[in-house]
């Protein structure tokens, strides 16, 4: 069975640092490009990050770019999202999600792991 | 590229016809994707392709356009189908989402 689970939120001061986790499951991990997409309380869907299977080819929304970080070891089938610098606004349940086919849509996601950036 | 999802909310019945409608601000072929959401759960994959149902999808589930405007139309509302829908363009990076359509039981 195709698996993801999202690990890693918590509440967080605003200005502090998370790191998420996606473990990947039932599927080759290294052939599928994967994505980071958040959802805050009662809103909406904001995509996030991208990353290849290759590791190559990397994308960030405006909205974090330059404090968030994407990264991934094929090897051991995980996916991180480096979050730095977080606001009050970074709340919100964050999926880790993938790609059906290569710059397709996300076929599958993760049950989403809650991140709270508050004093 | 933004995208534009209307209506936001929806009162329908079982058994209703229903159309949600999104727009895309500018062309992206046929790069868009319909989601269903559940509170407390993750989105699921309707629609793929504009118009391509994804496996395991009931076919009372359809998609159509190209270009700017696309519809998602459910021909006969089941219960399990009251739930929020997005759409989602993925012909460029950054991915965007519409606003997303609530469909309530009247």
């Known amino acids: 069975e195709v698996q993801l689970v999202e690990s890693g939120g918590d509440l967080v001061q605003p200005g502090g640092s998370l790191r998420l986790s996606c473990a990947a499951s039932g599927f080759t991990f290294s052939s599928f490009e994967m994505n980071w997409v958040r959802q805050a309380p009662g809103k909406g869907l904001e995509w996030i990050s991208y990353i290849s299977g290759s590791r190559i080819t990397i994308y960030y929304a405006d909205s974090v770019k330059g404090r968030f970080s994407v990264s991934r070891d094929n090897d051991k089938k995980v996916m991180y999202l480096q979050m730095n610098r977080l606001r009050a606004e970074d709340t919100a349940v964050y999926y880790c999600?993938?790609?059906?086919?290569?710059?397709?849509?996300?076929?599958?996601w993760g049950q989403g792991t809650l991140v709270t950036v508050s004093s | 590229i933004q995208v534009t999802q209307s209506p936001s909310f929806l009162s329908a019945s079982v058994g209703d016809r229903v159309t949600i409608t999104c727009r895309a601000s500018?062309?992206?072929?046929?790069?868009l994707a319909w989601y269903q959401q559940k509170p407390g759960k993750a989105p699921k994959l309707l629609i793929y392709g504009a118009s391509t149902l994804q496996s395991g999808v009931p076919s009372r589930f359809s998609g159509s356009g190209s270009g700017t405007e696309f519809t998602l139309t459910i021909s006969s509302l089941q219960p399990e189908d009251f739930a929020t829908y997005f759409c989602q363009q993925f012909n460029t990076y950054p991915l965007t989402f519409g606003g997303g359509t609530k469909v309530e039981i009247k």
């Open positions: 999600a993938r790609d059906r086919f290569p710059y397709g849509p996300i076929d599958t």
């Open positions: 500018q062309a992206i072929g046929n790069y």
